[in-house]
């Protein structure tokens, strides 16, 4: 009878292995968890920084002149921002005097999580308003 109760039972090391295996998967599950929202904490950053960074293109030629200079300054999030306005050459394509010429213009946003974007276009310069 004495044999029967103490088979019935888990012994200590058995129970030590459960919860050594249920802590693994624990912690397993855990940091999945925290990277998946570490990755969508810096997508969301990403696409706010491409949005920002579409917008100031957007001002350029309204509130921001379109002439070569260069600007900095912060967004609401406390991302930082910068554009740029340089007058573009090639070398293959001939400047011609009274033509319209071209602008670089570059916006680049480096948001407090993830890696910075950049946006870059051409604009043309000298055009009457």
């Known amino acids: 009878m004495s044999r029967a109760r103490r088979e ?11 919860l050594a295996v249920l802590g ?15 990755r969508d904490a810096r997508a969301t950053a990403q696409m706010r920084a491409g949005l920002a960074a579409e917008a ?7 509130d921001l002149p379109l002439a070569p200079r260069s600007v900095t300054g912060r967004l609401g999030d406390g991302s930082a921002w910068s554009l740029a306005i340089a007058p ?3 070398d293959a394509l001939p400047e011609v ?6 602008l670089s213009v570059v916006v680049r946003i480096t948001p407090r999580r993830g890696p910075p974007v950049q946006l870059a276009t051409l604009r043309a310069a000298g055009l009457p308003p």
């Open 97 to 102: 005097a009274g033509q319209p010429g071209l």
């Open 8 to 18: 019935s039972g888990f012994t200590l090391v058995e129970v030590l292995v459960a």
């Open 56 to 62: 100031i293109l957007e001002r350029v030629g309204l």
């Open 24 to 38: 693994s998967i624990a912690s397993a599950a855990l940091v999945l968890l925290v990277s998946s929202r570490d």
């Open 88 to 90: 573009y050459h090639e």
